[in-house]
């Protein structure tokens, strides 16, 4: 829901960007299987090795419990809690889209108490079976006869494409924006890996990129960079700097542009009022002075 006061979507990538660490391999690590994990990427895909090993785990007796319990224990800086948290009260609508997965992120969020401020996640699915085992499925299916999603830029695992949902997302922002009437609010999107090279080729004029400084996706946007603005963090305290910043300053843009509409709308109605005549009754032609005198009352005899 877009806020009245000119607020912009914010979408935040999840690993190494709301998390300081890649929740892969920080739950891999965590449960002593980095080896083993190593060994399944020689021959799968990311996504795939990542469900491959949440199944050796569970045959081993690790539970999905377990897993959360590493989850509960990644790093999450606190200024990345408080940036969500004023964006939020500032009236941003908040997203992740992220090449992690559901069961992850949900994890994080709602140990830190942060659930609550994002209206939605675009992430790999996952799922506890009916046995305890936690399932991981990619969000584009590419395994035949799937057709993947179909973008050839290499940066995007074949698995998901983030390009493709910050498209979606872009044109419910228009479809909004029309039904109601008023400018589409800007959208920023922050990320740190080669995957966030794409949805950041979507955004447009008046949307800004935050790519974290010295990792993949801010030498992408050195090479070629979007139409969007550009504004690196360095660290997470500048990220909640950088990204209320942005914020503020879209929040001051669009009362500035409600105060001028204002402003010309008055003006607009003052001279079309101005340009009324309004008629001397004095000045009326005589037939029709006379048709405004009362006339006499014919009565019967």
Wanted: charged letters at 25%; aromatic letters at 6%; glycine letters at 8%.
């Amino acid at each position: 829901m877009a806020a009245s006061n000119g607020a912009p979507l914010v979408v935040f990538d999840f690993d190494k960007t709301i998390v300081d660490c890649d929740s892969d391999n920080w739950v891999v690590d965590s449960l002593g299987a980095t080896r083993r994990f190593d060994d399944l990427l020689r021959h799968l895909p990311w996504n795939h090795a990542i469900d491959a090993m949440m199944g050796e785990l569970h045959a081993e007796g690790r539970t999905a419990e377990d897993v959360a319990a590493c989850l509960r224990a990644a790093p999450l800086s606190p200024h990345v809690a408080a940036a969500i948290e004023s964006a939020h009260a500032r009236g941003c609508e908040l997203r992740v889209l992220s090449d992690a997965n559901a069961f992850f992120i949900e994890t994080v969020l709602a140990h830190h108490g942060l659930a609550g401020y994002f209206s939605g996640t675009d992430t790999n699915p996952a799922h506890v079976d009916g046995a305890g085992r936690l399932r991981i499925r990619p969000y584009h299916e590419f395994a035949a006869p799937a057709p993947g999603h179909g973008c050839a830029l290499p940066s995007c695992p074949p698995n998901m494409c983030k390009g493709k949902v910050m498209e979606r997302i872009l044109q419910e922002e228009e479809e909004a924006a029309v039904a109601a009437r008023r400018r589409r609010r800007a959208v920023v999107y922050l990320g740190d890996g080669r995957g966030d090279y794409c949805p950041s080729l979507k955004l447009r004029e008046g949307d800004y990129v935050m790519p974290r400084a010295g990792y993949p996706v801010c030498d992408l946007i050195g090479g070629a960079p979007p139409a969007a603005a550009v504004r690196e963090w360095d660290g997470f305290e500048d990220l909640a700097r950088v990204l209320l910043g942005i914020v503020d300053d879209e929040i001051a843009r669009a009362a500035v542009t409600t105060t001028t509409e204002q402003d010309d709308a008055a003006a607009m109605n003052a001279a079309v009022v101005g340009a009324v005549v309004v008629p001397d009754c004095r000045a009326l032609p005589a037939r029709q002075e006379a048709a405004l005198l009362p006339q006499a009352v014919r009565v019967p005899n």
